[in-house]
């Protein structure tokens, strides 16, 4: 495996009284989130060979409103990925990974923040300290690992820090006489 990309699911509704949390399903926002992971990591050329899911029902959504911007993977939901420890998360990529150069797992935090650290600091730390930061509701974290002693941080999805898709800016004039 060249690239493991930790992607936490997206917002989900609250948990009703009574009610699993494992069934909380993603909320209006969640949807519009996830949509736009799916467009940064395909934008990007993040595709994955394999995608490891959660069983819980936002993490399946997650995946089902991101994975149509992309190519076709094989996904195999993995009971091992709800509620996890990194080392847990880490486990079950090793375990399913077989062949695929590029992994995808759509679980939950703290388990997946704690990964990236865990990874990241394993190296030179490249791409660290984005991650401490936090890692909010649908937010990705593409870890390059081609020298595993020294993986890095590839790319980051923050929703929060993406500009909502719109008309492209008008270009300012530049000429003499014209204000900047």
């Given at each position: 495996?060249?690239?493991l990309?930790?992607?936490?699911?997206?917002?989900?509704?609250?948990r009703?009284?009574?009610?699993?949390?494992?069934?909380?399903?993603?909320?209006?926002?969640?949807?519009?989130?996830?949509?736009?992971?799916?467009?940064?990591?395909?934008?990007?050329?993040?595709?994955?060979?394999?995608?490891?899911?959660?069983?819980?029902r936002?993490?399946?959504?997650?995946?089902?409103?991101?994975?149509?911007?992309?190519?076709?993977?094989?996904?195999?939901?993995?009971?091992?990925?709800?509620?996890a420890?990194?080392?847990?998360?880490?486990?079950?990529?090793?375990?399913?990974?077989?062949?695929?150069?590029?992994?995808?797992?759509?679980?939950?935090?703290?388990?997946l923040?704690?990964?990236?650290?865990?990874?990241?600091?394993?190296g030179?730390?490249?791409?660290?300290?984005?991650?401490?930061?936090?890692?909010?509701?649908?937010?990705?974290?593409?870890?390059n690992?081609?020298?595993?002693?020294?993986?890095?941080?590839?790319?980051?999805?923050?929703?929060?820090?993406?500009?909502?898709?719109?008309?492209?800016?008008?270009?300012?004039?530049?000429?003499?006489?014209?204000?900047?």
């Amino acid at each position: 495996m060249n690239r493991l990309i930790l992607l936490r699911h997206a917002v989900a509704l609250p948990r009703a009284a009574g009610a699993e949390d494992r069934e909380r399903a993603l909320d209006s926002q969640g949807r519009i989130q996830a949509e736009s992971a799916g467009d940064w990591l395909a934008a990007r050329g993040f595709a994955p060979d394999l995608v490891l899911v959660s069983p819980a029902r936002r993490t399946r959504e997650t995946w089902a409103a991101a994975a149509p911007r992309l190519p076709t993977a094989p996904v195999v939901e993995d009971e091992a990925l709800y509620d996890a420890m990194p080392e847990d998360i880490l486990a079950a990529v090793e375990r399913e990974s077989g062949e695929a150069r590029t992994v995808l797992v759509v679980a939950h935090n703290p388990g997946l923040q704690e990964l990236a650290q865990l990874l990241l600091a394993r190296g030179r730390g490249v791409g660290l300290e984005t991650v401490s930061r936090g890692f909010p509701t649908a937010s990705a974290a593409v870890i390059n690992l081609t020298t595993p002693e020294d993986p890095w941080l590839e790319g980051r999805f923050d929703p929060a820090m993406e500009t909502p898709p719109g008309p492209a800016p008008r270009p300012q004039a530049t000429g003499p006489g014209d204000r900047a």
